[in-house]
Structures are given as C-alpha cells and as structure tokens.
C-alpha cells in the first residue's frame, strides 16, 4: 500500500496542490486526470520519489 499523507506542492507562491490524501491499494487500478498543467506529472514525481513534496509525506508498505 502506498499512503499519501497531507502532501503540498508549491512552486515560489503558486501552490499547485494542497494537503493530499489518499491510499493506493494493492489489487486496483488507478489513472490521474486533470487539465494540462493541473500538475499530474508533478504528482506522480512525488509518488516515485523523483521530487520532494514542499510538505507531507509518503508511506510505502514494504513489498
Ligand atoms: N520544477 C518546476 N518549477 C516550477 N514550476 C513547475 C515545475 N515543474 C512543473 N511546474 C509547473 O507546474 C504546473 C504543473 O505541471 P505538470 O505537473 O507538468 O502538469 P500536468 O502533468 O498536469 O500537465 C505547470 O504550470 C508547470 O509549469
Ligand atoms: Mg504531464
């Protein structure tokens, strides 16, 4: 299971998402939609690490 806890992301003043939570669970099947430049990609650098969400964290269930 991957928890995503109160996670922000902000770029100088413009805040592009705010306190997000959410569980992915093992078995399902997830897509992110939004309009372009919604910050889809940035989300999912924060899932896979390749950035650092400006607050929150994730948890990651070993396996
Ligand atoms: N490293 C960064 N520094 C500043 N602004 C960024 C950075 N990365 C993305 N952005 C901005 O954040 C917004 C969301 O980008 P992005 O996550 O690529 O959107 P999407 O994938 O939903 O189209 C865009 O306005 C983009 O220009
Ligand atoms: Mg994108």
Redesign the pocket.
Known sequence: MLSVNNVS?Q??K?I?FDDVNLKFVKGNCYG?I????????????VLSGE?ESTRGNLEITPG
């Open positions: 992301v770029f100088g413009r592009l992110v939004g309009a372009n430049g919604a910050g889809k990609s940035t989300f999912l650098k950035i």
